[in-house]
C-alpha cells in the first residue's frame, strides 16, 4: 500500500507523512528527490498521506485521492509522476484549483481521465488515507512534513518539518553508520 521510490531493501528508508497542500512539504519533496538520487540504492522513499485538515480542509484530502487515483491506473511510477508534478505545478496553501488541476495532471502523465474522474468522485481511498493519518499521529507527528528515518536494523530517528539536504544527510549518515558498527562488531566477536 505505500508508494516507494528507490529499492525497498535499501538499507534506509525515509517514511515520509506529507500533506499536498502543505508549503513545506512542497519544499521537503524535492530535499527527499535530491536524497533518493545522490543516496541510490542506500536510501528508500516511504511516501504516506497527512493531509492536515484544520489547515487544509477539503483540498488535501482530495488531493491524496487523486494522487491514489493516479497510481490504481499506472502503478507505483504514476504516484511519483502525480505528486513531483502537483508539487511543481501548485502554489500549495489552498491556492490550487483542484477541479483545473488535477484532471490535468493526469492528462499529462498519461491517465485516462474517465477514469480518473470516477475514481476522485469515488470514497474507494478515504479509509486508506484516514489510516495514515492515524499512524502519522500515532508515530508522534503532528505537522507536516514528519518523517522518520530508519535503519537496517530499525532504529528510528525522528525528522520533523522541511528539514534542508545537510540535516536529512546527517541522519543517513548516521543510520548507515549504524549499520558499519555493527558489522564492525561482528566481525570482532567472531
Sequence with gaps: EDHIRGD????VKIIEYSDFECPFCKRFHET???????????VAWVYRHFPLDQLHPVKARKEAVASECAAEQGGNDAFWKYADRFFELTPSNNQTDIDTVL?????????????FANCLASTKYDAHIENSVQNAVATGGNGTPWSI??????????????????????????????????????QKNT
Design 103 to 115: 484532471p490535468q495532471i493526469a492528462k499529462e502523465i498519461g491517465l485516462d481521465t474517465a477514469k
Design 149 to 186: 528515518v530508519v535503519s537496517a536494523k530499525g532504529k528510528k530517528y525522528p525528522l520533523s518539518g522541511a528539514q534542508p539536504y545537510a540535516s536529512v544527510k546527517q541522519l543517513i549518515d548516521l543510520a548507515l553508520q549504524e549499520k558499519v558498527m555493527n558489522k564492525r562488531l561482528h
Design 8 to 11: 525497498i531493501n535499501a538499507p
Design 32 to 42: 527527499m528527490r535530491q536524497t533518493t538520487t545522490e543516496y541510490g540504492g542506500k
